[in-house]
């Protein structure tokens, strides 16, 4: 670039610099919209992976959910303070066009306020500056910090997707698996371990300001290169490089940088604690689900909003999880009684425990649907399947055979076409009806697992109807269930849900967990 084009580019910049504002507030705005958008998506996330279990993948994914949802809340933060600082500037702006520069003389104050305040305050072009300098720097800040949460979730996405990539890979291989370390194939294991290396050194490069690309050992500054730069381009952090060398190469933007953790400690876990009672004999409906010591008696004797499908959207939190039940409103009418069981994390281990021979119906988890079905089927059915079709195959050639040596080669062909065809519908029935038993067999154990009381008395098990449903609040799934209203009185009573679960740390023993509501009877 010629002398004559660089003075030509930074005349540009320094004039693009003085009109920066308006971008910035235009950028911030659409930003600020944006972002409560994806916070209300990221809450509903959150509410439909929080039932899927312990495997890796879903805790992995869970706390990719939680660095994004952290990282949404302190932007907003940010870019509210920088539209306030921002509209402050304009502001001080308008002023000063109005009425110049402070003339302390005509305060008339004593020499003490004066002399402080000439000293601390100075002139009203110094305010405008220093707040110009604010609100630019917050603003380039916010965007760092957004840069650097988004290399944090792509660190972690690429961690999921490659250990499922290879596992896939191996399983379909035939590679036999290893139990080492959360039941990891050992390629994947390794590849788990490198990439948590790789990253945990440029992390604790990056939180020391460069202090691995301090060490002038020739070998190691060659071989943390290339670590640098692999986990620049799967983290993307080559783009924002420039903004953070710019950021620390100032001590005023250095401190900032510094102050980013104990800022996020205050605003996302401090500030969030506080909470304000409003009577010392009612209870807090919006912190209901908190106490979780004395939650039954609370919920016998309010009508809680996330036990009645009709107030959870009304609620103040409208992201509210059914943790346990519902039922569509606290008013009951009709002659059927309408209730939603949530499924709980227990119930996978409850199946088998209950009857081993059992086969899941879907594979759990994280699943590449490149690389097969998501639906499940057992060794044994396998194996059912590849015997017939072998068979299958075996009579084709044997009745080609004849055929080609028959006098009438067309009659056999369409009747061995017939016989084919009815082969495999049968056996296809077979199969149907096999899953179909493995299937209620299932849901048969499901619904024994919990038990429904109106006013302390037992539902007959025989009247209960109880099938798979996912519920519209947030997509819980579970079991919807139905039962007659028989010589009910109109007015209050109380519905009651056991459900046995199964304890972690045994492998045989249970407990039960239990809920009441009230509701109100209109009758028929």
């Known amino acids: ?11 540009w910049l320094e004039k693009l610099q003085q009109e920066s504002w308006q971008l910035e ?19 509903k996330m959150g509410t439909q992976l929080v039932n899927f279990g312990e495997e890796l993948s879903i805790f992995v994914l869970i706390f990719t959910l939680g660095i994004l ?19 402050l500037w304009i502001g001080a702006i308008g002023l000063r066009y109005v009425s110049g520069e402070i003339e302390y003389d005509k305060l008339k104050y004593n020499d003490r306020f004066l002399n402080f305040y000439k000293r601390k305050v100075g002139s009203f072009d110094r305010y405008i500056e220093k707040l110009e300098k604010f609100a630019s720097v917050i603003f380039s800040y916010t965007f760092l910090l957004f840069f650097i949460f988004l290399s944090v979730f792509l660190f972690i996405a690429f ?22 370390a959360f039941e990891l194939e050992p390629l994947s294991f390794f590849f788990l371990m490198m990439h948590l290396l790789f990253g945990g050194l440029v992390a604790f490069d990056f939180v020391t300001l460069g202090l691995l690309k301090r060490i002038k050992q020739r070998h190691f500054s060659f071989l943390y290169l290339w670590i640098y730069r692999y986990m620049g381009w799967i983290t993307l952090s080559f783009l924002w490089r420039p903004l953070l060398l710019n950021f620390l190469d100032s001590k005023f933007t250095r401190i900032l940088f510094f102050l980013a953790v104990p800022y996020g400690i205050v605003i996302l876990i401090f500030l969030p604690s506080f909470v304000l009672i409003g009577s010392s004999y009612y209870p807090e409906f919006d912190h209901i689900k908190d106490m979780t010591k004395f939650s039954p008696v609370f919920n016998k004797h309010m009508y809680n909003p996330v036990f009645y499908d009709d107030e959870l959207d ?99 062909l369409e009747q061995w076409k017939i016989e084919n065809h009815a082969a495999k519908k049968a056996f296809k029935a077979q199969e149907l009806l096999d899953y179909e038993a493995n299937f209620t067999a299932i849901k048969k154990i499901l619904q024994g697992s919990f038990q429904i009381k109106i006013n302390n008395i037992p539902v007959d098990p025989q009247l209960l109807e109880c099938d798979y449903f996912i519920h519209p609040n947030n997509e819980e799934k579970g079991m919807l269930c139905f039962f007659p209203l028989d010589s009910l009185r109109v007015g209050r009573h109380f519905l009651t849900v056991d459900k046995v679960k199964t304890l972690r740390d045994t492998e045989t023993g249970y407990d039960t967990i239990s809920n009441t509501i009230p509701f109100i009877y209109d009758g028929e």
């Open 69 to 87: 949802y952290t990282g949404t809340i302190l932007f907003i933060i940010n870019l509210l303070v920088h539209v306030i600082i921002r509209g």
């Open 314 to 412: 009304k609620h103040t939190n409208h992201n509210n999880r059914i943790d346990f039940f519902s039922i569509p409103s606290k008013r009951v009418s009709g002659k059927l009684f309408e209730v939603f069981i949530n499924r709980s994390n227990t119930d996978e281990n409850l199946i088998p425990r209950k009857d081993s021979t059992l086969v899941k119906i879907r594979n759990k988890g994280l699943i590449n649907r490149l690389f097969g079905d998501v639906g499940y089927e057992s060794e044994e059915a396998e194996k059912k399947s590849a015997d017939f079709y072998q068979a299958r195959r075996a009579m084709d050639k044997e009745r080609k055979k004849m055929i080609k040596e028959s006098d009438q080669p067309e009659a056999l």
């Open 25 to 43: 507030l235009l950028i911030s705005g659409f930003a600020i919209y944006g972002l409560f958008s994806f916070r209300d998506y990221l809450d």
């Open 159 to 180: 961690l999921i997707i490659g250990m499922e990539f290879l596992s896939k890979f191996q399983e379909n291989l035939s590679i036999s698996s290893s139990t080492i």
């Open 1 to 11: 670039m010629t002398k004559k084009n660089e003075n030509f580019f930074s005349e």
